[in-house]
Every structure is written in C-alpha cells, then in structure tokens.
C-alpha cells in the first residue's frame, strides 16, 4: 500500500508565481529591508501532518535538556573539554561567565527530513538569536491573514516579540552589536526595538568599535549601555579585546556567551553521540530519544579517516564553527583527493557526518529559466527561547545537497493542514498557554496542578475560572492573572451591565489579532470594502464595543462613521442620508430606538441594507419590526464574542440564527454538564468554557463565559473545518418561576404580537410569604396614554399560557403584573445602553 504523502507543495488552482511573490515581498518588506540579502521567498506553503510535528516536539525538548547539561558541566567533565576544545581566551572568557547564572537563550536545531520521512537534527545555531525566528514570525502572519481556511500555519506561537522583549528595560537603550552578519530579521528586528522602545534611540545597530570602555562598562558617545543582542560570527566575538568581553559579559546581553561558543558549535554533537558522556546527565530512555534525532556526529581520527576516504559518497565534512554551508564537503560531489587531502591537513577544523538520503518534494518555482515543479532537498528549523519552545520556522529548499539561502536556495513558509492535525495544534497551543501561564502568572502558578497535558481528556485536571474570580484578581494594576508589566497593552472593562466591572488585559498584538477574527466573520457574512458603517458601540467607560470593532472594521477596509452611542437620533439620520450609510453595527437596543422614532416621525426615505447586531439578543418580535421600519435585507452577527475572551465564534451564511463556527485558530470550547464539570455528550446543552489560544498577558484557562451552547454537526455548507456550535442563551435567560422554568424568550415574543409596544422590556420577580410574584415592564411606542385595554390583552396573552395558568392555579404563583410606561423609561446601562432582562428580587 502507497504511503500517505506527508510533504506536499500547496499550489493554489489560478497561479502567478512572479506576481504572487512580489505580493509576499511587498508584505514583508512592510518590516524588513532587502538591501542586504536575497529576496528568495516562494509564495506558496508546503504542508505537513502531525507525524513530523510530534517528531520535532520531542526533538525539541531532549535537545534542551542535553544541551543545558552540557553547558553547565563543560567545566567539570574532561571528556566534554577533549572534545569541545576552546582556544585559551575562549576558555578564560566561559570561565567568568560561569559566575554568572545562565540562560539558554536562543537556539534554533536544523533538521532534514530522511527519505521515511523521519526528522534528523545536523546542526544546532545559536549565534545569532534571532535570524530566522522572526522572519517566520512575520510570514506566519501574513499566511494568517491571506491563506486558506482550512490549513493552519505553524510556523511560530504567538507572542515572540513579547517574549523578547520581556528580558529587555525598553526605558534603556538596547544595542544590536553586529559586523559581517546582514541577515534578514535583524533589520525586522531594528523596526520591533524602534516600535516598541521607550526612548527615542537614534542608532540601534553598532559596530563594536564604536564603543569605547570605560571603568568596566561599555558606552556609546559617553552614554552608558547595558543591553546587548550580540549579531556577530565567533571570530569577531573573539577578536574583541579582554577589556571589552569582561564588560559586555556583565551586561543584559543574549545570546549568552555560552550558548554561542558551545551551543553553536557542530562538535556539540559528537559530545551528544557518545553514550559514554551522555550518560552521566541523562537515563537511558532519554539518549535513545536523543541518538534517535541527531545525526551521528565524529571527530577525525585515522580509523574513521581511512573509511571517510575509502567510501566517500556515505560523508559529509563540515567545519564545527562555519554555517550557510561554508567549509561544508559532501563527499559524493568532491574528489577522492580532495577529501583526503582536507582530513590530512585540515581535520581539527571539522566534523564528520554519514551522508543523509533526504526527501525531495516537488517544489513550483523558477528553476533553469522555467517556472514549474522541481524536486527540492529541504531543510527546516525549530525554535526555542530560554526553554520556550516557539515551534517550527519556515523551510528552506534547494536542487543541491547543500541548501543555502543566501547562495541558491529559497524560503518556504509552512502549514499543517486542520483535518488531520488539528487536535494536536490545539494540544500544542494548550501547552503553549499553560505552561507561560503558571511560570509568569501569580494565580496560574498556585492554581494549575501542571504545566502540560498529553490529551484535551487531561483538561479536566485544571480549574474551572469563574467570572466572580476573574473580577476579584483583576481589580488593579497588580492583577494576579497578569504574566507582564503592563506595557503596549490596553485595558478594558467588562461584565458591567450587572454589577461591579471585571477588568480585561491584552496586548497591542492580542488585540489586533483578535480585532482580525472578529473581522473575518464581518466578511465572511457579506460586508465589503465599500461598505459604509455606523459604530453606534460605546467607548465609555473602557468598554471595548467601540475600539475594537473600529479596528475590525479597519480590517474589512469598510468606511467607519465611529458614533458611538451617545447620538441623538436627528444626527444619526443626518448622517445616514449625508454619506449613504449601508450598515449599522449596534445592541439590538439601539437599532430598535431608532427605528421607533423612525415610525413616530414618520420618516420615510430611511434605508439601511445591513444591520450588524451584537451584545444582545434580537428577539424574532424585534427584528421583523426593524426590518419593516428600515427596510433592511441583511441581518448579521458580530460573531460569538465577549469582552473577556474576546471573538469567539463568527457566522457564515447558511448558520443559524444562534449557529456559530469557532476561531479554532483561537480558542477552545468545551461544552460540560450543568452539575459538574463534566463534558456533555456531543449535541447535548451545557455550560460553556473557553480557552484562549493566543493569549499570554492575561490568559483565560477553562473560563466559564456564563452561556449555554450545544455541539453541531461539523459538515456546514460552507466547507468550513471549524467546529460548529449553537449557542442557547445565558446561563441566567431561564426563570425559575414557582416549580417550573420559563425562557426570557417567552415573554419576548408575547410582548412582540402587540405593535403599540416596543421590543424593551423586564421582568421582575419577587416572593412575598412563599409566593412568586411576576411583573412585566415594557414601553409603549410612542407618548399617547396606555389602554386599559392593552394592559387586559398582554396580560391575557402570558397568564393564559398553559404553564403559567398551571402555577396560579396551584399558588405557586400570585399573580402577573402588568406595566407599561413611556417609551425610555427602562432603564438602560450607562456603558453600552443594555437594558437588564431580568431582575430576580427574591432572597
């Protein structure tokens, strides 16, 4: 039986290869400058299955743990000195540094992938922190934005340049020191420093002779500087004078010193090759998964010198210290002589490995002058910073054995693709989520009981986050939750209609990731660029309503009028007549009022096409009188969102009315019983809980949102892979009224059969000796007096009702009230103009 492929090219149907890439180039040179280097970017993704992401995971962490124990016992094991030999400064400059705690910093393993599609690490770089990280951190993003639903990028979690960032004082200065090396990040990475500092820092690369040192300290033109990211090759590093290493090491710097000199050197792996050694600082089970990852790494020696030479084509030669596939000699392409002659008078300068059979993968491209597929070595990247695994960076290809970007070679972003893989890059996000949670977070570190899980089943083990915790640990500035200083964040409240305001944290970038989402379901529902939209959403207050959904719009490119919602209702009309306003984006409260003073004044060259409804229900009752009154032909949702988690689910055209997909990409759902925190069978109600995916200011782990939903079937017209669900109401939208329980929904639709009345109203509840009492408030249309008839008929319309007839007649119930009052008289919230449904008086 032919073997699934797990390597395939993504090839869109209508290709333009040329014009494809100068789209991608026009993107990322929005951050990066391409003066210095190539422009070899292929537009289009390959994808892969979760067989080679799990794969590289456990790569992932037996690397960390071998490399850490190495480092640290560099000096105390001879056998590692003997065959990680640094020159005398190499090693009195490790030496100092070995006083000083040390932290990984940033490494990134290359790998092949063999012809059984098997990963195979040949060589770990940590010279420069950053090359390749955040080039894929950026291409990850623009697929994101621009790429195919059903495939999910994975080039990089979330937040790097957070992760960064947060080692550095952005009050100071922070240098890149740099020379030779004109890679690409380091230009995004000037941009990200530029953004984000402080201070106004004029000149953010230097080379090192432009710094002088004084009294042990290094400055720049007389002014003191205390952080570093150090760009620069060993030899560089080393030709520094002793003056200025001794200084540079007692600064904030990465990549540590160590991590360069020992971490970046190829003889690492021969270390990593013998039991002998790793065996002192890792079990057995452990340097079987470690030998399964790396390639068999030699030293010359005459034994294994005379095999090198006797079957050249099984060997490849490289320089321990070089990189870009300098130095590099694959025997099979070189001389018998020249081998031999390289190992006789050159060996101490390189390493020896066993030709590896890769994979080649059909690759479009422009190869000998012609645009086709062309059958590609590859070769990829992971990433982790001080123990932070960030994922897999983007690949790089070439038709040669030695793949080089910066000679022949190409860069390709990556995708997994969800059908197959989704489950795992939830765990991943999961993981990802959980574990920066309880390191960084005051009350994640004491309430989670672990920091990973192995299967979504081992969620249960992690608590339940309440709303009313949630408010008690986000009263301040000194919020619990928070992972950070609160820097380039906004802050936001929620929760107000009802009592006290949680408040909500997110980050520049969280925020406009989840403005995008938010978007997205704006599009897929019909809005365009050339819609004009009213944001009648409040901004008061720190409500959200307003800001984000202005960034969203921005997203969809529309034309924003940002009223918010202190209008009066004649400026609104003047402004939906002056620029032709096509949508109007509000609470159902809103866009009720206005069509009620629409019909009082008897206006009538009012049209609105599209109505965007969030933050509340709209009853059926009130949206066939919208409807008629504005003579709408599109309703649509703002998506399943919420101040706290922000965008949940969005809508596509053949959902439901309360039908949703999720942002899978975003956040995970789960739907658990109504008695305990079990999950329901699938299609079964209950209470749900989200986690965001993204979030790492202030996470939100197993949040229970207050609403009731249900699982759909997954196969919705529109192709979507995203989980569908259906979403029942608030927790609190049911009455328990005497022994029974009756819908907000109910009395909703009664008040609907009566056109003198408006669409708002409140039920209040109260007990007097046992006995519920029920009151209806709702508002007439307009100012003329209310009908005692009126009253009899609503009146008739709820107590007649078999259940509620049923519960007067046993005195469960007293009775029902009814009153009606002028139009406005209900009281609205004073944030987002939320009339509160319900009002339970009893005790």
Known sequence: MKQKEKLQHLVPFKKNLIKDKDKLLKSLSYKMSFDRYGKNFNPYPIIFDDDVIEQIEEANNIIIIALDAIIKNYFHDKDVQSILKLSNKASILLEKCS????????????????????????????????????????????????????????????????????????????????????????????????????????????IPNELTVFDGKLLFKGQICEQFIIELHQDELLSLSDNFL?????????????????????????????PEIMLRYISMEEFKILNKYIIQTYLPNNEINKE??????????????????????????????????????????YIIQPYIFQKKVPIYTKYNNNIDFANMHIVRFFANYNKNFLGAGFLRVSSGDIVNVSEQGGCIINVVKKNYSHKNHIIRNLNYVISYAKKYSKYYSKTLPIDKIKTLDELDKLPILKGSTLKQHTSNAKCSLLTDKLEFCYIFTSGGTTGAPKFVFRSYEENNTNAKMLAKGLKVCGLQKNDV?????TGEDL???????????????????????????????????????????????????LAHYIEEKNIKDICIP?????????????????????????????????????????????????????????QYLEILNFNNNNPVSFGEQGRIVVTNLDRTLMPLIRYEIGDIGRMLDQNCQCHSTDPKFELLGRCDDNINIGTDTISI?????????????????????????????????????????VSKGLKEALYNEISFVTIIKNLINKKLVGDIFINILPYGSITRNSKTGKIRNIIDERK
């Open 745 to 785: 929904e109910f009395f909703a639709n009664s008040i609907a059969k009566f056109e003198e009345l408006s669409s708002h109203f409140q039920v209040l509840i109260n007990n007097t000796n046992g006995i519920d009492y029920v009151t209806i408030i709702s508002e007439i249309k307009n100012q003329e007096k």
């Open 308 to 349: 090198v030479v006797s079957n050249k084509n099984n060997w490849v030669l490289k320089k321990y210290g070089g990189g870009k596939g300098v130095g590099m000699y694959v025997g099979k392409t070189h001389s018998a002589e020249l081998i031999k002659n390289i190992l006789k008078n050159e060996c101490q300068d």
């Open 533 to 537: 939209v009213a944001n009648l959403l």
């Open 99 to 206: 006083k000083i705690t040390y932290k990984l910093g940033s490494i990134r393993p290359d790998f092949l992938i063999t012809t059984d599609n098997r990963i195979k690490i040949c060589e770990i770089n940590a010279r420069f922190p950053f090359n390749g990280i955040l080039v894929a951190q950026f291409l990850r993003d623009i697929y994101n934005k621009t790429g195919i639903s059903d495939y999910v990028s994975i080039n990089q979690y979330p937040n790097i340049i957070n992760l960064v960032l947060k080692n550095f004082d952005l009050s100071k200065p922070i240098i890149i020191l740099r020379d030779r090396e004109k890679g690409y990040d380091m230009n995004f990475l000037e941009n990200i420093l530029k953004e984000n500092s402080k201070i106004k820092q004029k000149q953010i690369s230097l």
């Open 610 to 666: 599209r109505i965007i409804i969030g933050g509340e229900h709209l009853y059926e009752g009130a949206k066939k009188y919208i409807k008629k009154i504005l003579k709408v032909k599109h309703f649509q949702s703002t998506g399943y969102t919420s101040s706290d988690t922000g965008a949940i689910g969005y809508q596509c055209i053949f959902c439901g009315d309360n039908e949703y997909h999720l942002h899978s990409n975003m």
């Open 543 to 593: 409500w959200p309503g307003m800001t984000i959904f202005n960034i969203a719009l921005k997203h969809v490119g529309c034309c924003i009028l940002s009223l918010g919602e202190s209008y009066k209702q004649d400026f609104l009309i003047e402004m939906i007549r002056r620029f032709k306003i096509t949508a109007l984006l509000g609470i159902p409260t809103q866009i009720a009022s």
């Open 246 to 274: 001794e200084a540079l090491v007692k600064t904030n710097y990465i990549n540590d010193l160590r991590t360069i000199l020992i971490g970046h050197d190829k003889r690492l792996l021969a270390a990593f090759s013998k």
